[in-house]
């Protein structure tokens, strides 16, 4: 199993080529596609049976030590992560393939997504900062070739302004890299934490910091965060709905990686600070735009606190939580965002103003959007109660009463945002609409959809409740990855024993 281990990063890239080849032949790049990230889902779950099972799975590129290698590592936490992150690409390519991918780089659609599919595995899986650097290096790249795929203004303005900033992240990641390595003499996050704990205190400090700083622009918290509400909705609703559900969380997992293995001892008072500004700013941003993809881009902000709450408050408990938040994030703000591409795909907008009575042509659509909305809301019984409650519990065993009471009164308003989006888009009479196609006047009448934008958004809904129904045993599953991140020292004598 342990030379599988690379094969969630390997098969997306060897797809990517196999489909660029194929440019000229949409059928057969569809294929392609579908099959690279079936043959990459798969693999994922076997990945997470063998870690139930046995134990961490670790693979080395040419053999090399863990030194000097290039290393995947893959325990539970990296495992579920695959899953979920494997499952939600190949929803939302399901997706894109029912939009036609329309637009002028649809022959490089299905490559560029691709290679992001293999940024994502590789981000998820890999043993060392240089291999997460370089991760992160390739999301950059096949991002803003999806953020600007139809090359209208909005789009490169957005764009240039996502590049700058992920540019900016790159440097400061590759900086804090090399002065890890030039202090430490390895990048190996199994040799890592004791040549860490020899450095001063200063050094030591300075390092996490500069780390965390990067981490934090991709994950978009505060006050880092600027770039996203801005960035993600000009882009296709598809590549927007895998923006939103992956992209940032990479930067998380990222964060609960270092700050577990490398930095298990820091005091993360800032980022008890950093959490609720981020909790907060977002759901104010929300509330406060009059778009659907505006509002949602926002509540990424904010749902990102919850998660850097359960990373400061720090032990087994919060830990878990947040895994489960993580898992239970994915699906559900994907799925949000593929209900505003149905939304967008046939009235032409997702402007509150311009929308009403959605409800009445079709009540499939409006039970899509309440389901992932009352569960990102965190109302019982759906899965976003128990990640949040989960939390809230955490912080209130160790003491942060009052983060605790700042994420219920962030709950309490993302339900009102949901809620505008609910009344606003759902409700009050039926309006005519513009076609997205040819501008002309649609009148009220039921929409119709193809098929895969349907089947997809279904499916990433009904991941959500499966969620909701499982949350006991997926919750315990989370419980046993955050056990294991809690012991740091068999995660180092795993990965240099073998």
Known sequence: MNELAPVPTVLPLIGAALALLARRHPALQRAIALAALTGSLAMSIALLVHTERHDLVIGRIGGWSASIGISYVIDRFAAIM?????????????FAIGEHARGSGSQIFMPVYLVLAAGVGAGFSTGD???LFVSFEILLMASYVLLTLDGNESQIRSGTTYVIVNTIESIVLLVAVGMVYAATGTLSMAELPARLAALDGGLRTGLQLMLLVAFGLKAAVFPLFFWLPDSYPTARSPITAVF????????????????????ADANHTILLWVAGLTMV?????A??????????????VSQIGYMVLGIAIGGPAAIAATIFFLVHQIPVKSSLFLVEGLIEHSTGTSRLDRLSGLSHRSGMLAALFLLPALSLSGIPPFSGFVAKLGLITAGIDSGHGALVAVAIACSLLTLVSMMKIWIGAFWGETTASMSPVDGS???PAAPRWPVPMVAATVAMVGVGLALSVAAGPVYGLCERASSDIADPQHYVDMVLRR
């Open 287 to 300: 509330i406060a735009q009059n778009e659907v993809k505006r509002i949602l881009s926002f509540h990424i």
């Open 441 to 443: 006047t649609i009148h």
């Open 82 to 94: 695959l899953v979920v992150a494997m499952l939600t690409l190949l929803a939302v390519l399901v």
């Open 129 to 131: 900062l240089f291999h």
């Open 281 to 285: 700013v977002g759901v104010l941003g």
């Open 244 to 263: 939103a559900g992956l992209l940032t969380k990479v930067g998380v997992y990222a964060i609960v990686r270092t700050q577990t293995l490398l930095f």
